[in-house]
């Protein structure tokens, strides 16, 4: 009886924040009168956009309120109301998850105050619950329909707040046009930083090569010394050009990739790291099935950055690394048990780790609390 009493009494709180909710609502129903004639007659066209906005507000409160009961969350997807006045104003209306907004809001007025049967159902529940379960040792059969009328309320405020296939479209668009953009932005910035490598590196070194030839030949008939000296220099000016041109390559794609799958080469590193790195792969053969070529760099260049970061800034001797094959992609996985704190703004190349995954449309997560431990997740979609 009590835990039954307890659940009816979370399930009251609910649904009287519910009713609190949709009370607040009818007062703002003044705010969208005053947005819509001000918009009619264009004086108060701005009004509209934060009309939308304060909305959005709203539905994502109560958004947060079905979650708490439910344990679910409920995703949203809106488009951004920036720019001047007529874009703001285009946006907010065609936005679709504006039309659904108002279309939960109004279902809301109607159904929101369901939660006011929970006072006859409180009464009614201690009389009949009471003798039922008290007495007779039965099972309450009137305070869990406030439970239900609880789950009831959730259930249709979820399908209501769900964004349309129209708006999760129209979201998806916006994202992948960001990751267009910030894909074509690295893709520059690789551009121009092997152009500046060959600049400075081999091309100065095959320049200063063939100067030393040029001396050489010139004094080769009256200098042999002089000559062979110059030619020793030119050997190794043409190590140096090769070793600058072999660095450029295995930025651009790491040969040993290709030698010795993801696996490998991820191991490698891990041995070159300066670090105690445990590797450890699951589902994911150095002679079975492989990813792309493209998936394999971004998650090779992914595991380098974030060893590199934490043998700079975590303060730990150890980290590990898992490789995980899923059903649709390859997820990638990073810890150390360092200090924590980490600062993606700080130019620590967790930007540049997500700009490279965001191409590829995977996704990046960063748990690092103040203390440790750091672990960056990085899964990339892919068939297998």
Known sequence: MWKTMSQAARATLQLGKSVAMVFGMCLFV???????????????????????LLIRRIAGA???LVASWTGREIPQAYQPITGRLRERLRTSVRDPGTRSDLLWMAAFYVYGWIGLLTVPLWLLGLVVDGVWSGLLRRRPVVLPLISRLADLEA???????RPSPQAVLAARVDELTETRADAIAAHGAEL????????????????????????ARRAYDHQPETARKLLDDAQEQAEQALTELRQVVRNIHPPILSDRGLAGAVRALAAGSGLDVAVATDGLADDGPRPPAAVEAAAYFAVAEALTNAAKHSGSPRATVQLERLRTGLRVTVRDEGTGGADETGGSGLIG??????????????????????VVAVELPCVW
């Open 155 to 161: 259930s249709w405020s979820a399908a209501l707040l």
């Open 62 to 64: 109560k958004r947060h």
């Open 192 to 215: 121009r930083r092997i152009e500046r490598d060959l600049h400075d590196g081999a091309q100065a070194h095959l320049v200063s090569l063939s100067m030393r030839l040029g001396l």
């Open 30 to 52: 003044c705010v969208l009168l005053i947005a819509a004639a001000g918009t009619l007659i264009v004086i108060g066209a701005w009004l509209f956009p934060e009309t939308v």
């Open 353 to 374: 780790i997500r700009r490279r995954v965001a191409a590829l449309d995977g996704t990046v997560t960063v748990i690092s609390p103040e203390g440790g431990p750091t």
